[in-house]
C-alpha cells in the first residue's frame, strides 16, 4: 500500500504592513497590505489579502505586527571564492600604499583551495545572506582564470544556486600578461565550451585595465551563440563603453554603473537592461557613489545587490545595501527596498521572486519592525526576525 502526502497549507496574519511588488493587490508601487495575511501552499503564495479575510489553513504563524517583505533577490555576487583581503582593505581604510596583487591575491589562493573549502565557502555566505532575508542569490565564477578553475567554480556554484554566471573575462589572468588577446580567445573558445554546460549567465568586466569595448563585445557575443545571457560589469570606474554594449547586446543588467553620461541614462530608460547598482563596493572602497536619481527619473529600472566579494564589497546584507542607497544615493526607502526585490528579480529576468502574490515563490520575511522603512531607518540593526524560502521557514 502506497501513501501521498498533501502539501500543507499555513496562513502568516497579522502583518502591519505587507510589501507585495503588486499594485493591484495593494496601495502604490509596492502594493502594500495594511493588517495583513499571507497563505502559503507548498512552495508558492496561494493568497494574499487582510488578515480578517484569510481562509482557513492547515497552519497559522501569527506575526504579531510585524512588517512583512518580499525575499531579497540578490543579482550580483561572487562567492565561489578562497582566503580574504583583510591586509589590502586595511591599509586602504588606514591610507597606506598596498602592492599587493587585489584579485589576483585571489585568483591564487581559490585555485589552491580544494572542492570541499569552496563548497563551503559558498554555503557559508548563502546561509549568511538567507538569515538576512535573501531568499535568490546569483553567483559568478572569475577567480580561475584557467579552463579547469572556472569550469569548477561554476560546477561548484550551480550546487548550490540556478543563477549562475560565467566570468571568465573578470581580469586578463596574470598567465596571459603579455598576450590580453590569446586570453580572450581562450575565454571565448575552450573555457567557454567548458564552462557554458553549468551557467545562465555572461559576463564581463568592460573597464580600463580589465577589457576594452571590442574585447567585452567578442565576450559577449560568443556567450550568446552559446545560449548565454549577457550581463556587464560596466561604467565603475569611469566612463566606458560598457552600458552602451550592455543595452545594444541585449544584456540582463549593466552592474556598477557608477559612471553615466546623459546618453547611458538614456539608452537604459529605453531598454530592457536593467541598471544594478553596488553600493557595498563604494563603500568599502571610499568611491564616488553611483546616483539612482536620474536613472529613476528617466524611467530606467534599478536593481540593488551586494556584489559580495572578498576584494571591494565583503556584505552578504541586503539591508545594508538598503540604507546605504537611502542615504548616499539619492533613493526613498520605497524606491530601494523595491529594487532590492523586485528590481533584482527583473535583473535575473525572474517573475516567480521579488513579490508576494498569487502563483509567485512563497519566499519571504518578516521584520522585527512595523514597516519596511526601517531597513534604511535603523542601519546596521539585525531585523529580519523570520524567513520563509520556497514555503520553507528557516
Known sequence: MTTTSTPTTTAITHIAQLVTNDPSLGEGPLGLIQDAAVVIDGDRIAWVGASSKAPATDNAVDAGGRAGIPGFV???????????????????????????????TTVAATRAATDDALHANVARYL???????????????????????????LRIAAEHTDEVTFLGAHIVSPDYADDPAGYVDLVTGPMLD??????????????????????????????????LVPRVHANQLGHGPGVQLAVELGAASADHCTHLSAADIDALAHSETVATLLP???????????????????????????????????????????????????????????????????????????????GARADLALLDAPSHVHLAYRPGVPLVSAVWHKGVRV
Open 74 to 104: 540578490d543579482s550580483h555576487s561572487h562567492l565561489v571564492f578562497a582566503g580574504d583581503r583583510t591586509a589590502e582593505f586595511n591599509a586602504r581604510m588606514s591610507g597606506r600604499a598596498y602592492s599587493a596583487g587585489g584579485i589576483r
Open 280 to 358: 557595498g563596493a563604494e563603500f568599502s572602497t571610499r568611491a564616488q557613489w553611483p546616483d539612482a536619481r536620474p536613472l529613476l527619473d528617466a524611467g530606467a529600472t534599478v536593481a540593488l545587490s551586494t556584489d559580495c566579494n572578498p576584494g571591494s564589497s565583503f556584505t552578504s546584507s541586503m539591508p545594508f545595501c538598503i540604507a546605504l542607497a537611502v542615504r548616499d544615493m539619492g533613493m526613498t526607502p520605497d524606491e530601494a527596498v523595491w529594487s532590492a526585490t523586485a528590481g533584482g528579480a527583473r535583473a535575473l529576468r525572474r517573475t516567480d521572486v521579488g513579490r508576494i502574490a498569487p
Open 194 to 227: 567548458a564552462c557554458a554546460p553549468y551557467a545562465r549567465w555572461v559576463d564581463v568586466f568592460c573597464e580600463k585595465g580589465a577589457f576594452d569595448g571590442d574585447q567585452a563585445r567578442a565576450v559577449l557575443t560568443a556567450g550568446k551563440a552559446r545560449g
Open 127 to 153: 546561509a549568511e545572506a538567507l538569515r538576512q532575508g535573501t531568499t535568490t542569490q546569483e553567483t559568478k565564477s572569475g577567480y580561475g582564470l584557467t579552463v579547469e578553475d572556472e569550469a569548477r567554480a
